[in-house]
């Protein structure tokens, strides 16, 4: 099976940051950095946006574009994980979207992956051909989760009016369920990390998560996170930029082509994907 490859970025306001800062956009260094190792490695970017920053960030989102190859995916309105599939957002990202780029969404992920029921049936009702919230792995906190029943491959969520769409969960590390994403990497240290990799490796189709504060979280002044969600983030900052050149690297060594993650769902729309119904579910 062909071995296909997406580079997420979720894009939102640095977390913890009161003022609400993207310095990925806004330092020229983070920026030049980010975008040569994309280019370095023939990579292409799906970047799941809160479609609010549209109004505000659009000229940031548009030089982007000019420096490496990016699509626009949605990414919620607002980005309140209380709040992130709700009719009013799914509406509002929908409208926003349309209104930047022209064309209507095909994707959609909720924040913090907190996809439910009601979030995929206004998915379904609003024609998104694609959702990408479902993380297949465990999570302790308030905003935790326990899906390790889910796949860790595309599948389908299939409703009794024939409606569908594809789920393209959070890829995790193959057996031991650890989400391919750059925090990841950083929390555990790339010695570990790439090991894991070694042993257990990933899906043939695979999309790695990361989100512009991954980068450079131990730098952003007056962060309000605390306690051990701020150690964690922290760990191996300077090295952030290294760890994902390696990340790319792993990809292609292993022979992943990357693409858009709407050219994975073109190439997986029609195949014969294991089917979850959606009014089952939980």
């Known amino acids: 099976m062909k071995k296909l490859a997406c580079v997420t970025l979720d894009m939102e306001p640095d977390y913890g940051d009161p003022e609400k800062h993207i310095r990925l956009l806004e330092n020229p260094e983070f920026l030049e950095t980010y975008a040569s190792i994309i280019n370095k490695h023939g990579a292409k970017v799906t970047m799941f946006t809160v479609t609010n ?79 990408a919230s479902v993380y297949p792995s465990i999570r302790p906190g308030e905003f935790g989760y326990f899906n390790l029943h889910m796949p860790n491959v595309p599948f389908r969520v299939t409703r009794a009016d024939g409606k569908s769409l594809v789920e393209f969960p959070f890829t995790a ?64 900052s300077s090295r952030a930029f290294a760890y994902f050149d390696k990340m790319l690297g792993v990809l292609k060594q292993k022979g992943y082509e990357f693409v858009f993650v709407s050219e994975l769902h073109s190439q997986v729309k029609d195949k014969d994907l294991q089917e979850f119904s959606w009014e089952e579910w939980k």
């Open 53 to 131: 920053l549209f109004e505000t960030r659009g000229g940031d989102f548009k030089k982007l574009a000019a420096h490496i190859p990016l699509e626009f995916s949605v990414h919620s309105h607002t980005h309140d994980p209380r709040n992130a599939c709700s009719l009013v957002e799914v509406r509002n990202s929908r409208e926003a979207y349309r209104n930047f780029t022209g064309t209507k969404p095909l994707g959609y992920r909720a924040p913090i992956g907190r996809i439910n029921r009601d979030g995929l049936a206004h998915l379904l009702d609003h024609d998104f051909e694609y959702d």
């Open 173 to 236: 590390i193959e057996k031991i369920r650890i989400v391919f994403a750059l925090s990841y990497a950083k929390l555990f240290g790339w010695g570990l990390y790439s090991l894991f990799l070694k042993l257990f490796g990933l899906p043939a189709s695979t999309l790695l998560l990361s989100h512009p504060h991954d980068f450079y979280f131990a730098a952003i002044p007056n962060n309000t996170i605390r306690g051990l969600e701020r150690a964690a983030l922290s760990r191996n």
